[in-house]
């Protein structure tokens, strides 16, 4: 099979997109809505990330730009020790001549554990240098921005220009490392995380023609003249008294997309949900990120291997049972988080209500071929995973801001990238999917990454290399280490970090609040109403 047509089978074509208002797709002079020769490397952990996005702004010259998006920003995160704080360095590169602009969401109070107060500080701080940071309310009702973007462009140096793009804010928390002791700048979670909760995550570093597709979504969502703070006209008021701008200053020409620097197709997917007033490049919102998750599940025949915040929601864990009930040699492992980020009286059951409805469905569609499990650190408190990665066959690979539910399918603003790699992995099974693809290099060294760490090392790539022993091996592991527990932790512990996930059942006397709160408010539904009807993204 020819690579191109490889790459159709598994990537949106333009009109599958299912949004003719975007320029994304339209920039392109071939007609695809994919790019290709982009390098791409996966950034395994926040202080992995934290450090190459601070060894990049240093890079910066005057002229430049440093372009954000994000759900929180904390002004005094530190990337690489004292003195390199987010506001510190933002503040810096501006007294540099370097251009820095940013979206971040409202948010609501500290009190409700969001971080309104933490993001108007970041504003604050950068606003005052000199730079132009927005607190950014055009979201629909309940709901809220959730891309993570940095986007650095380099004046004249169009080749150099990098994007990074997944699941890690640029806030507290998130600076965790391959150890798992947790980020010294700590947030609190559920008690059972400890007072230094391990942080698991992905980011991805782009660069290549890619990064005119993501410079496009800033620029898009930038440009849309509806004022930040439309929905609260308390707020509204308050912005006129404190002349605070209500609309963002224009941007500077879109400058060249860099040329092409590695061998893969990278595709760009978001979610905007539909709401009034519309956002003019998303007229009945776009759900690029569900349907690229359709179109890869369908395609699936060996093993679909997620790591998610969430997992729940009927209509994604039913997109999982038809890939399972489609292939029967299809294999699925989920690596979730153990417990709640907020696992309280009134705040747990509508979180867990959703993930024990979806776990269920899917177990009994794979049955024997379904796992699920969590994480711990070598102290045994559990690690919150708050990647979203999904890999398909060792083939088509994507991360980003997105989760396995229907807030992220419908109705928050996210940003994912799908990656497809040219180069074929010669290791054995060199075609786990047997549809002719072949097992691809960025999609399998990934999934061997994470499954390393998590695994334990000491594994040797033969248990991991194909999806069925790899599968058996997961199982082993979690036995082992559940084992060890319930024989009260004596000896030194199993390899590995991997325990089967068991949720907490919500009881009939709690379910009938907490299903109705979870459908409205934790996983509501930002489709326009012909598609929620019709059952479709």
Not at 510 to 517: G, K, L, M, Q, V
Request: glycine residues 8%; proline residues 7%; neutral net charge.
């Amino acid at each position: 099979m020819h690579d191109d047509e490889a790459i159709a089978k598994w990537f949106l074509l333009a009109e599958q997109r299912g949004n003719p208002g975007t320029r994304i797709d339209r920039r392109h002079f071939d007609g695809l809505a994919w790019t290709e020769g982009n390098h791409v490397e996966a950034l395994v952990h926040g202080a992995k990330y934290f450090a190459r996005l601070h060894a990049c702004l240093s890079d910066l010259a005057p002229g430049d730009r440093m372009y954000f998006t994000d759900w929180r920003g904390d002004p005094g995160q530190r990337l690489r020790g004292p003195g390199t704080e987010l506001a510190t360095l933002l503040g810096s590169l501006i007294r540099r001549g370097i251009a820095v602009r940013g979206l971040v969401w409202r948010s609501h109070p500290d009190q409700g554990k969001f971080s309104e107060q933490e993001n108007q500080e970041l504003g604050k701080a950068v606003n005052e240098a000199g730079g132009e940071v927005l607190m950014d309310e055009r979201v629909r009702r309940a709901g809220c921005h959730h891309q993570k973007l940095v986007l650095l462009q380099h004046l004249g140096h169009e080749d150099e220009d990098v994007a990074f793009v997944g699941g890690i804010d640029l806030c507290h928390g998130r600076a965790d490392d391959e150890h798992h002791h947790g980020d010294p700048q700590a947030i609190a979670l559920d008690k059972r995380y400890g007072s230094r909760p391990a942080w698991h995550d992905v980011q991805l570093e782009i660069r290549g023609p890619a990064v005119g597709d993501i410079a496009e979504t800033f620029r898009e969502r930038w440009e849309d003249p509806t004022p930040l703070d439309h929905q609260n006209p308390w707020r509204a008021r308050l912005a006129r008294l404190g002349r605070k701008p209500r609309r963002a200053r224009p941007l500077p020409p879109m400058p060249p997309d860099p040329r092409a620097t590695g061998p893969l197709a990278v595709q760009v997917v978001r979610t905007y949900p539909a709401k009034r007033p519309a956002f003019p490049f998303a007229s009945q919102g776009e759900r690029s990120v569900a349907r690229a998750y359709l179109k890869a599940f369908r395609r699936a025949r060996s093993l679909i291997y997620l790591e998610d915040q969430y997992l729940w929601s009927d209509e994604v864990s039913g997109v999982l049972a038809a890939a399972l009930e489609r292939a029967p040699e299809l294999r699925l492992i989920a690596v979730v988080p153990r417990y709640p980020d907020s696992d309280g009286f009134l705040s747990g059951p509508p979180n867990r209500i959703g993930q024990q409805a979806a776990l269920r469905r899917i177990r009994k569609a794979g049955r024997e071929r379904v796992a699920f499990y969590d994480l711990e650190n070598d102290q045994g408190f559990p690690i919150y995973v708050h990647a979203k990665v999904c890999v398909v066959d060792d083939v088509w690979t994507t991360v980003g801001s997105d989760n396995m539910n229907r807030r992220s399918w419908t109705h928050d603003s996210e940003l994912s990238c799908a990656v497809v790699d040219s180069r074929r992995d010669s290791r054995s099974p060199t075609d786990p999917g047997g549809m002719g693809d072949g097992a691809r290099v960025f999609a399998r060294e990934l999934r061997l990454e994470l499954w390393r760490e998590h695994l334990g090392h000491e594994v040797p790539d033969a248990e991991l290399l194909d999806p069925s022993q790899g599968f058996e091996t997961w199982r082993r592991a979690a036995l082992a280490r559940d084992a060890w527990h319930d024989g009260g932790r004596k000896g030194p512990p199993p390899s590995g970090r991997v325990r089967e996930h068991l949720t907490e059942p919500v009881r009939p006397w709690t379910a009938w609040w907490a299903a109705p709160a979870y459908r409205i408010l934790v996983d509501p539904d930002g489709r326009p109403s012909r598609l929620k009807r019709a059952r479709h993204f």
